[in-house]
Structures are given as C-alpha cells and as structure tokens.
T-cell receptor
Framework: KQEVTQIPAALSVPEGENLVLNCSFT??????LQWFRQDPGKGLTSLLL?????REQTSGRLNASLDKSSGRSTLYIAASQPGDSATYLC?????????FGTGTSLTVIP | GAGVSQTPSNKVTEKGKYVELRCDPISGHTALYWYRQSLGQGPEFLIYFQGTGAADDSGLPNDRFFAVRPEGSVSTLKIQRTERGDSAVYLC???????????FGEGSRLTVL
C-alpha cells in the first residue's frame, strides 16, 4: 500500500524567507503528484500538479519537483509571506485514489 | 457551477440516525472521489467513481457507508446508524480524468452526538 510522508510536520519562518517542504512516497508507480494548500476549516486548494513524466512545475513563487524513482517531491516557496500560512498537503495518484500525507503546517511570521 | 459544491456544510445528528451528504462536481468531470478528514490528519480515501460506477470502494469503513452516483454527476454519501466515531469532515473531489488535476469542495462537517 502506498504510504506518503511529509516532513517537517510544522514549520515557522520569518517573512521573506525561502523554504522547502518535503514529501516522500513508498511506491513509484504513480500517475501524478499534486500539492494542495488547506486553510483552517476549509477544503483543499490545488497548487501544482506534476505528471509522472515531468520533473518540475512552477506557479508564481511556487516550484514543485518530482523524483519518481526515489519517491520524493519538494515544494519550494520563494519569498514567503504571512498569507502563505496554511497546511500544505501532497497527494500521489495511483489511478484509483490519491494517497495523502498528513501535511506540513506552515506559519510565516510578519 | 464553477467549483465542487457540497451540502450541507455542517450536519449535527444523534447517534443511530441516518445521514446523507451531497456532492455536485465540476461539470464534465467524470471522476469523483469521497474522502474523510479528521482533525490534524490528511484526507482518508473512501470511494472513487468513474462515471456512474464505483471503480474503487475499498476505503469505505463498513457496510453502514454507501455512496451512489446514478447519473454520473451528483453523488450522495449515505451513512446509516451513525456512530460518534463517524464525526469528521467529509470531502468530495472531482477530476476531468483519472490522470487529471483533483479539485475539492469545502467539505461537509459531520458531528454525531
């Protein structure tokens, strides 16, 4: 069974800092990997989708990479802002379902 | 609609009652997923529909849980004889295809007293 791990569980950084969130998964047979953001009491908002054939995707200050063979993905956030404070979740798609990690709770301090 | 819509947003019920949660996916999305999320945890898979049929229902915890999608659009998650342990946020998501991007609704928060 696919297992997804996210490290660290929580992260606190001063505004303006660049940061990296990590996601690892145990089975490399995936269709794609997706990063989400979740604000308290809200649903999940899609940030980036990386297909299994891709190495990275960029959207604004966000860059996500995928190394399928080693079972790892990173989400890089440049020049962090207080509005980036949220929980970030990664999910791997095996075809029938997406497996989620437990998330990284990010706090950006003004 | 523009996004995935879930109703009700909040449901409080008593132990033993029957509950229905509704999901209206993005128009044209053939794949529909139900997840359950407890506080501090990632979403836990319940069931996946491709069109009208349940392609994978391996995440349903027991036979009190059932979901339908009769016309390949709106889906209803049905929970019989609710238990306090069923309390959670139930999330619905849809995708245009199995390899496509997943879009979530805001969730239905179920509280069983």
């Amino acid at each position: 069974k696919q297992e997804v791990t996210q490290i660290p569980a929580a992260l606190s950084v001063p505004e303006g800092e660049n940061l990296v969130l990590n996601c690892s998964f145990t089975d490399s047979a995936i269709y794609n990997l997706q990063w989400f953001r979740q604000d308290p009491g809200k649903g999940l908002t899609s940030l980036l989708l990386i297909q299994s054939s891709q190495r990275e995707q960029t959207s604004g200050r966000l860059n996500a990479s995928l190394d399928k063979s080693s079972g790892r993905s990173t989400l890089y956030i440049a020049a962090s802002q207080p509005g980036d404070s949220a929980t970030y979740l990664c999910a791997v798609n095996t075809g029938n379902q997406f497996y989620f990690g437990t998330g990284t709770s990010l706090t950006v301090i003004p | 609609g523009a996004g995935v819509s879930q109703t009700p947003s909040n449901k409080v019920t008593e132990k033993g009652k029957y509950v229905e949660l509704r999901c209206d996916p993005i128009s044209g999305h053939t794949a529909l997923y139900w997840y359950r999320q407890s506080l501090g945890q990632g979403p836990e898979f319940l069931i996946y529909f491709q069109g009208t049929g349940a392609a994978d229902d391996s995440g349903l915890p027991n036979d009190r849980f059932f979901a339908v999608r009769p016309e390949g659009s709106v889906s209803t998650l049905k929970i019989q004889r609710t238990e306090r342990g069923d309390s959670a946020v139930y999330l619905c998501a849809s995708s245009p295809r199995v390899t496509g991007e997943l879009f979530f609704g805001e969730g239905s928060r179920l509280t069983v007293l």
